[in-house]
Each structure stands twice: as C-alpha cells, then as structure tokens.
DNA sequence: AGAGTATAGTTAACCTTGTTAACAGTTAAT
DNA sequence: ATTAACTGTTAACAAGGTTAACTATACTCT
C-alpha cells in the first residue's frame, strides 16, 4: 500500500483545475464556492464557523466572505453579539448555490463513469477516516 | 455518490500540511519532494519531463530546480543536447531521498491504521482510474 | 548551406490562497 | 470595574502556481 499518498496527491490537481474552470464561469473558485456550500448547508454563519470547520485562518475567510458580498452573494444579518458577523445566502446566492451544484454533480457522474460502485463506495467510505486519522496524530 | 469531491477534497489540507511539515524538517515540501521523487525514479531527466508528468507549467519546475541546486540535492549532468539540463540526485539527494521516503511510508501506515484493507485496497485502485477520467474529458 | 521553425530553459511580473502579528470593538468573568 | 477572552479586520508576507517574452540550441527542408 506504498504510495497511497502519491497517488491521492495525482489527482488534486487535475480535479481541482477542473472545479476552478467549472466555478469560474461564475466568477467563483473552490475557496470562495466552500464558503457558499457551507452557509447553504449549515444555515446562518459566522466567521469563525466557516473557518473553525474547514480549518483555515480567519484572516483568509474574511477574504472570501468579502469577495462574496461584493458579488452580492452573501449577506449580513443582524445578530444579538455585536462582534459576530453572522452571514447567509442571498436570492442570487441560492440560484448560483444551485447551478452550481448541478454542474458539479454532473461532473462527478463524468469522473466516476466506469468505475464499479463497490470501489467508489470503499473510496467513500475511507476519506473521512482518513481525516480522522490525520485528526488524531494532530492531538498526540 | 454525491459529494465525492467534498470528501475526496477534505482531506487535501490536513494531509499536504502534514507532510509539509515532515519535510520541512530537511527544508523541503511537497513541492521540491515531487521533483526529487520523479529523479530518483525515472533516472536522469530534463525540466521538461518532470513537467509534463506531473502537468506544471516549466517556470515553476526551473523554481524547485534551482532550489534543490543550491540545496546540493541535485546536480546537472552533461547531455547531447545542450538545449536540455538533465539532473541527477548528488549522493546528498539519495540519502535525503531515502530518509524521507521512510518517513512517508511511517505516514502513510499511521494514517490508514484501523482501517479495513479492502478499503484500502479499493481506494488505491479508483485514484488512477479518476485521473484517467479526469485526463479523458480535457482531450474531449 | 542557410532560412525558418520548433524546443528547452530562464526571467519577470502576476494571481490565488494560505499564513502570522497586531489591533479595535464587544462581551464575559471575577 | 477591570481584566480577560473572543470576533473580525488589516497589513505584510510566503508558497506555488500561471503567462508572456526572451535566449540559445537543434531540426527541417528546399
């Protein structure tokens, strides 16, 4: 099982170029297209939300929220603590949120054209225990 | 199967960190690792193969190139062509490459611990079979 | 043999997306 | 009431990719 990595690590580029041509006809990119996915999928957000969940400094999500409001994709909401910036989708968010979506699932049935179910499934399945692992050597 | 690339994805940033910090310990990454790991592998090689094979514009492999140069990594060996810099590990480079190839492979075994082989097994298979799909749809 | 074309590598300027450090404003705790 | 903690922002930076333009060398083909 030598060059598990490897082999994982061959497929990011090509896949995330490929997201990146797909979002940008909408002027997104996979960075920007996270934060939309997780406010659609986790409702009303903070900052620290969206951050503390993908792992990425705040500094980088205020970016991209920043992004996303000039594109009048996100919007602030009022909140009780007046430090929380608590963001959601705009209308034209939720439109974009499901184009979007549809194209990339369309993709992923072209990526995994072929490929028979069981290993799709077993490769499913390994990725958040994967990410378990990589977790939990965090805390030792 | 929807969400495949979530998944897939979400394991990326914790995992490329983890191994940049392994190698930062011989100030490498993953990056410089690439090309030391295709030297090594295919023998003595010209900017333009390591390019191609991993599909990364020559600027950026002249960078890692010359970085590994001045690291004495890596040394130029003459050729007929002199258009072409062929490189080749230094002694340096092998033993490099031979203690940090044993540190990935100590990865790789304590991330996939506790994870069922068949799993595994699958997984490894379905990588090269998506970027064969991947590759397949940019010639369409 | 010479003119034009193709290829290898380099340099410069730029973009994206991440990081740290320092700070302001707001809330919580003692 | 102070002090401590938390949220978001800004600024400066780093890694690692890109394109465009260039040089030097090799190839092609009448």
């Keep these: 099982m030598q060059g598990f990595f490897r082999h994982y690590l061959s497929v990011y580029r090509p896949l995330i170029t490929k997201l990146n041509v797909l979002l940008g006809e909408y002027d997104l990119s996979y960075s920007l297209w996270q934060v939309i996915f997780f406010v659609k999928n986790n409702g009303p957000s903070t900052l620290v939300d969206i951050s503390s969940h993908y792992n990425i400094e705040k500094p980088s999500i205020t970016r991209s929220v920043h992004r996303l409001e000039e594109m009048l994709l996100v919007k602030q909401i009022p909140g009780k603590d007046r430090r929380e910036k ?55």
Tied chains: 1, 2.
């Design 86 to 140: 608590i963001i959601e989708l705009t209308d034209s968010g939720e439109e974009i949120y499901q184009t979007c979506r549809a194209k990339i699932t369309e993709l992923e049935h072209m990526i995994m054209k072929d490929i028979p179910e069981n290993m799709l499934e077993a490769a499913f399945q390994v990725f958040p225990l994967i990410r378990e692992n990589l977790n939990n050597k965090e805390g030792k």
